[in-house]
Nanobody, 121 residues
Framework: EVQLVESGGGLVQPGGSLRLSCAAF????????MSWVRQAPGKGLEWVSS????????WYADSVKGRFTISRDNATNTLYLQMNSLKSEDTAVYYC??????????????RGQGTQVTASS
């Protein structure tokens, strides 16, 4: 059974940083693309970033490019999202998911419970 467990969210002031983690269980983590998506209150699911099998190629939504960095550790089956210079509009529940790049290639049903990120003063 595929299981993804996100962690690392919290409340941070605008301009601050957070590092999200996603632990993967029940499938061969190193054999597929992985992605982060988010959902803000009252809005639909938004693609944030994707990474290829080896971590050598990454993709970002224009809204986070230059501020967020996706990475993966295939030895520990863990996906990361380093978020810097956070803005109020980054406030959302963040999910990791199998697949990518882009929302059309993501298995949104594989998402975990998500982790809340709130950027507010």
């Amino acid at each position: 059974e595929v299981q993804l467990v996100e962690s690392g969210g919290g409340l941070v002031q605008p301009g601050g940083s957070l590092r999200l983690s996603c632990a993967a269980f029940g499938f061969t983590f190193s054999s597929g693309y992985m992605s982060w998506v988010r959902q803000a209150p009252g809005k639909g699911l938004e693609w944030v970033s994707s990474i290829n099998l080896s971590g050598t190629n990454t993709w970002y939504a224009d809204s986070v490019k230059g501020r967020f960095t996706i990475s993966r550790d295939n030895a520990t089956n863990t996906l990361y999202l380093q978020m810097n210079s956070l803005k109020s509009e980054d406030t959302a529940v963040y999910y990791c998911a199998k697949g990518g790049p882009g929302l059309g290639l993501i298995d949104t049903g594989s998402r975990g419970q998500g982790t809340q990120v709130t950027a507010s003063s």
